[in-house]
């Protein structure tokens, strides 16, 4: 493999879980990333980890993804900084966990806005310098939930993330003869504070399902985001990886 040395990256979500292992990972390949999150001060100290243990450039700003305008100036920052975008990991997301009775119009649109409207706006932004590259990787984090409607996943959630495997397929379409690859990744149960948000009781259903007998660590995450966001993975786009441990077999 040519690597990912050098790249430059965003990793929306990126002070804590699956976010910070994606950065990680990436910055260990020698790729240089900018993070956004809502938690500022975990932001801050994940960017510190990042710089201290692998010496990456590493820029880190609050944004609220839901906001277009926010998304437009951290995009135009982290291009100034690093020159030009070449990965962009849309991870952020929110699982407010509850029956349709309990959700409100308010509720659904924040979720929508999070899940799937800031992959839209980030997209939005990096490509226009993608495509005058002739390069780049865009991965969305979606959920088995998207597939399968999840075990215990709230309504919102799931409709959310199957949105996501839609905007994958079709943007990969728009923009692919330009070098430019969209992927979607699909995880199973991964141990985050959002799969700590579920009764244990229903993750160790999900060990129960899997057949490695586990849930999933960010670690799993990064490598498959490393792997789609590779020059050799010049031939796949609008795929969904399953990164699951095999609960979901389609
Ligand atoms: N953990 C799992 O089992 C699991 C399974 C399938 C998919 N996912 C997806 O993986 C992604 C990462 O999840 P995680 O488990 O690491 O969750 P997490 O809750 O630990 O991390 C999500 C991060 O996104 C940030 N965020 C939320 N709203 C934001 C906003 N408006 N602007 C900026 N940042 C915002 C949060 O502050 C948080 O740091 C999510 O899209 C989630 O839906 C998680």
């Not at 305008?69 to 509850?98: C, M, Q, S, Y």
């Not at 865009?138 to 409709?159: D, Q, R």
């Not at 728009?174 to 504070?193: C, H, K, L």
Request: proline share 2%; hydrophobic share 40%.
């Amino acid at each position: 493999m040519e690597g990912l040395n050098g790249m430059c990256a965003i990793i929306t979500g990126s002070a804590q879980g699956m976010g910070k292992g994606i950065a990680l990972g990436l910055a260990r390949r020698g790729v240089n990333v900018a993070l956004c999150d809502l938690k500022w001060a975990e932001l801050q100290e994940t960017g510190d980890q990042i710089k201290t243990e692998t010496g990456v450039h590493v820029l880190c700003r609050k944004v609220d993804i839901s906001k277009q305008e926010e998304v437009e100036n951290f995009v135009k920052e982290a291009e100034t900084e690093f020159g030009r975008i070449d990965i962009l990991v849309n991870n952020a997301g929110i699982h407010p966990l509850k029956p349709i009775e309990q959700i409100s119009s308010e509720e659904w649109d924040l979720v929508f806005a999070v899940n799937v409207k800031s992959d839209f706006f980030f997209a939005k932004a990096v490509l226009p310098g993608m495509r005058k590259r002739k390069f780049g990787r865009i991965i969305c984090i979606s959920s088995e939930a998207g597939k399968n409607g999840g075990t215990v996943a709230a309504l919102h959630y799931a409709a959310s993330k199957g949105a996501v495997l839609g905007f994958v397929r079709n943007l990969a379409q728009q923009v692919g003869a330009d070098g430019i690859t969209v992927n979607a990744i699909a995880p199973g149960r991964i141990m985050t504070a959002m799969s700590g948000a579920v009764s244990p009781k229903e993750n160790r259903k999900f060990i129960d399902m899997s057949i490695t007998k586990s849930l999933g660590k960010p670690e799993d995450i990064a490598y498959a985001v490393c792997y789609l966001a590779s020059r050799e993975a010049s031939f796949v786009t609008a795929e969904t990886m399953a990164v699951n441990g095999g609960t979901l077999r389609d």
